[in-house]
């Protein structure tokens, strides 16, 4: 052979051998942190991969944005799960020119807590407490507390619905105003705030903030905080039965003008035995019971 085919035959060797030898050492410069048998390098939350080029540009690096985060699905408790209430929407966009006040005595078992009346910035009950109540969730948290009279009236009444073969469970009942913020900015956020409100209570006007209201299910937690609880045999035995123990369906069917939000039949609000059975045998709502309509426009 000539000397001219040994140096094209020299060079492929080299050149094939140098390819090889970048492919070889290319796993070195994946990021260490995994440092497990795992093939697939592990990156932290949006963390760049280390640089990839180092390694002779073979390496098939997943980009950043393919990659999923490895603690996404941390406690969902502590992302605000924005599908709790739905259908806990305005049937009117508030506004119309009522002005909105603020409640004069936020801590009164009887207070009004709607569009037009807000409670305190950043009101928080003093006395709440954690019924003693299935939930369909376990942890203890702050959606499963209540202020202390109304979580006794509500022991009573899921052992009343016990006794009559119903088994509740809560959903949803305290929630600061924090939270509500929270939530609300991040409605916000996915569809503009006109839509938002639509669905969503403004932060100091969620009469989860008062801790006198909550929202129940069949212990099944079925068509939990959603339109299809309606009709169920627990919807049925709350609007029975919930004003014996002092508390009133909230949100009626056709009552949406007034209240501002579609019907709720798994929300119900305590205001003691006397205005329950009141409002509750009249089928009036709370602002009609103060005289204090119209409320959503
Ligand atoms: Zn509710």
Redesign the pocket.
Known sequence: MSKKGWIVILLIVVIAAGWGIGKYTAPSAAPDSGASASQAPQLEDGQAPADPAQGGGTVDVPSPEASQPAESAASPEETPQPST?PS?APAAAPGGGGAVETAAEPDSLTVLVNKQYKLPDNYKPEDLVYPDVPFIFSEKIEKRMMRETAAHALEELFAAAKQDGVNLAG??AYRSQSTQTVLFNNYVKRDGEEKARTYSAVPGH???QTGL???VSGSDGKCA?ESCFAGTKEAEWLAQHVQEHGFII?FLEGKESITGYKY?P??IRYVGKEIAEEVMSKGITLEEYYDAIPVSN
Request: negative net charge; proline residues 0%; without cysteine.
């Open positions: 209430e806990e959903v949803s969620s009469e989860h209201a909550i929202d905080a909230r709720e798994w929300h």
